[in-house]
């Protein structure tokens, strides 16, 4: 590169991923053929509209990258139809609601207190200013969703749609209790499945379809593909949802990222997608229970999927993220549900196994992270402990290495 700024920083934070390991569960490392589609001059190309239907010439081969991402979208997730536009999940939230709703209309979703996502009607986002958002949380013993609750609340709300959707929540979601409870009360229902669109894929999750009206997702936390969003529905909201895309919500379509999740579906419909996607439960489990093992509370008890939560009520959770940093050891701390600490400085650490999966770790080396990251949360006022830690996680790192072809 000519920019030698630049190339550097490019450089040291690939190093930064190749030496340490992410615990983030939303994070992922996806494949060259990924990477290399967003890095090519499709970017350089305007293509607002839809395959056949575009506002500007030249799209003959955008049009058919964009064609074969819809087919394989709608195949791996077998939906009726699919919107491969959307820039990111929170664009992809944002049209599925703009197709659904008016502004002011009711909506019920999971609280960002309880796990839920700042799309899901926070107060502070577009969400929560635009649309008049109830929420249902967890139980305060099982800090699980319950049903028979979300139904009270939406008999007495009687929202316009119901989301079925967390962020930092670590068991399964009922699309079919949610289904019927939508019907009970008229809603539409949406699933935003960013976290575990991988899982639901292979199987270790159950599905959304037949059970929603819309589902959205990102491409780039277990479905490991490039960072963006996608809409799936039901045929009868296919154009509503387009529309709200384009010219609803977007402009141009990023049409690298279109081609880049094109490959990032063909990979998750390939064999070894499942076995991946089971081995990150197996590894989440193998985390929980040493966790549970070194004397820590998990938020409800354990986990059913990809990701835990660590109550650290008692500890100083930025300091502990902190350290851990330095041990190259990536997570990151969140609320636990009704967390009297603030949001910057809360009582979780949410840690996931999608990407240490990825790299080939199995049970007994998630184990072996787990400990280490309680040997940190444990002894961080010893100066040395980041320092000893980090040549464990190098260890690792380089045994299970990524991107080797990028040195
Ligand atoms: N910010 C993402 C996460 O980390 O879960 C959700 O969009």
């Not at 081969?61 to 077998?78: V, Y």
Request: one cysteine or more; hydrophobic letters at 35%; glycine letters at 8%.
């Amino acid at each position: 590169m000519k920019d030698e700024q630049i190339q550097k920083l490019i450089e040291q934070e690939i190093k930064c991923q190749q030496n340490g390991l992410s615990l983030i569960p939303s994070e992922n490392y996806a494949s060259k053929e990924t990477l290399l589609a967003m890095g090519t001059p499709l970017s350089n190309k305007y293509s607002e509209g839809y395959p056949g239907k575009r506002y500007y010439g030249g799209n003959e081969f955008i049009d058919k990258i964009e064609k074969l991402a819809i087919e394989r979208a709608e195949q791996l997730f077998s939906a009726e139809h699919a919107n491969v536009q959307p820039h990111s999940g929170s664009q992809a939230n944002a049209a599925a609601y703009l197709a659904l709703l008016k502004p002011g209309d009711k909506v019920l979703g999971f609280d960002l207190k309880a796990g839920g996502h700042l799309t899901h009607g926070s107060p502070v986002n577009f969400s929560g200013l635009t649309y008049n958002f109830s929420y249902y949380g967890v139980d305060a013993k099982t800090e699980r969703i319950d049903m028979a609750e979300v139904e009270k609340i939406a008999l007495e709300v009687k929202p316009k749609l119901i989301i079925a959707s967390t962020t930092s929540y670590s068991r399964q979601l009922d699309f079919e209790g949610f289904s019927k409870i939508a019907k009970k009360v008229g809603a539409y229902l949406m699933a935003d499945i960013a976290h575990i669109a991988g899982l639901v894929i292979a199987g270790e999750h159950p599905h959304p379809f037949p059970w929603c009206d819309v589902v959205t997702t990102t491409t780039h936390k277990t479905l490991r593909g490039p960072r963006g969003g996608l809409i799936l529905c039901k045929k009868e909201l296919a154009e509503i949802v387009d529309k709200a895309v384009f010219p609803g919500t977007q402009g141009g379509p990023l049409d690298n990222i279109i081609a880049a999740k094109a490959i990032c579906f063909l990979e998750a419909q390939q064999p070894a997608f499942k076995d991946y996607q089971h081995q990150i439960a197996l590894n989440a489990r193998a985390m929980a229970e040493e966790f549970l093992r070194q004397g820590f509370r998990l938020i409800s008890g354990g986990t059913d999927n990809h990701l835990m939560v660590l109550d650290l009520s008692d500890y100083d959770t930025k300091l502990i993220q902190d350290k851990l940093d330095e041990a190259g050891i990536y997570t990151n701390r969140n609320a636990i549900p009704n967390d009297a600490k603030p949001p910057f400085n809360p009582s979780g650490l949410r840690l996931g196994s999608p990407a240490i999966t990825t790299r080939g770790l199995r049970e007994a080396e998630a184990t072996l992270v787990a400990s280490l990251v309680s040997e940190v949360i444990k002894k961080t006022e010893d100066p040395e402990i980041s320092k000893k830690v980090k040549e464990q996680i190098k260890a690792l790192a380089e045994k299970y290495p990524i991107y080797e072809d990028l040195n």
